[in-house]
């Protein structure tokens, strides 16, 4: 027989808006679906409790956690860039284990770094859950949607000794252009090939990406022109040239 297990929580008056509850909720239910309660029923009221102090609103979350489940199994449909070996290495979580939220979860995210390291930084995995309640089994199929390769596109640089533009720009083409676009590699090539000086800065900083969905290209741009020019004040503060 199902038990119903509660947790209380002492919450302020503004506290007590239907988000706040959502949340508490959902944690909650993570929490049991992380032990095998796959199907955990979670609702939750706001109570008024009474102290020596005097009054204070608390939040309660009733659960009703039904049945463990086991995982029968992981199955992946769709995949093309990878085997179905390769994904099911992945996923923490074996045929017999009593699921976990949270095994699924680093599973599913250890194929999104595959994925997005290879130049699918698109890919959309939509895990579709098989439940057989009477045998307390549940049952994976994964629908990949890979969203197709990209691979880095142009390099647009502004502000640079012609003769250096030229450098840098030969360098794109013969290390990066063409590649699989992967965002590791592209931090890489700037550290080699336009480090910063200045201790701490890093690509990410000084370059901007953007992705055309239509070519499936990663562009890069770097930019050395300021877009806002200042000027020091007498008392040593910077302020804007509107007309440099």
């Known amino acids: ?25 959902e944690l909650v239910r993570e929490a049991y679906q992380d032990k095998g309660y796959f199907l955990a029923e979670v609702t939750s009221e706001v109570a008024v409790e009474r102290g020596p102090t005097g009054t204070a609103n608390v939040l309660v979350v009733n659960v009703t956690p039904g049945k463990r489940f086991r995982v029968t199994g992981i199955s992946w449909h769709g995949a ?9 290495r992945l996923m923490p979580i074996r045929p017999g284990e009593l699921f976990s939220r949270r095994k699924m979860a680093i599973g599913l995210e250890a194929a999104k770094n595959l994925y997005d390291s290879h130049g699918y930084i698109n890919y959309t995995p939509i895990p579709q859950p098989h439940v057989d309640e009477e045998a307390g089994t549940l049952g994976w199929v994964i629908e990949v949607d890979e969203g197709g390769l990209f691979r880095f596109g142009d390099l ?29 590699e592209a931090n890489d090539f700037f550290n080699r090939f336009f480090k910063s000086p200045s201790p701490g800065i890093q690509p990410e900083d000084y370059v901007r990406f953007y992705i ?19 000027r020091v004040t007498k008392n040593l503060e910077l302020q804007p040239v509107v007309h440099p």
């Not at 027989?1 to 909720?25: N, P």
């Not at 860039?81 to 390769?86: E, L, Q, T, Y």
């Not at 969905?213 to 050395?224: C, G, K």
Request: charged share 25%; no cysteine.
């Open 80 to 88: 093309s860039a990878f085997s179905d070996a390769d994904l099911e």
């Open 156 to 184: 647009h640089v502004e502000g640079m000794q012609e003769a250096h533009r030229k450098l840098l720009l030969s360098a794109w083409g013969k290390h990066v252009r063409g590649r699989p676009y992967r965002r590791q």
């Open 212 to 230: 055309d969905a239509e070519s499936h290209s990663v562009n890069y741009s770097l930019s050395l022109v300021p877009s806002v020019r200042y």
């Open 1 to 25: 027989m199902a038990k119903l297990h509660s947790v209380g929580w002492h919450v302020s008056r503004e506290q007590t808006l239907e988000f706040t509850q959502g949340i508490a909720r």
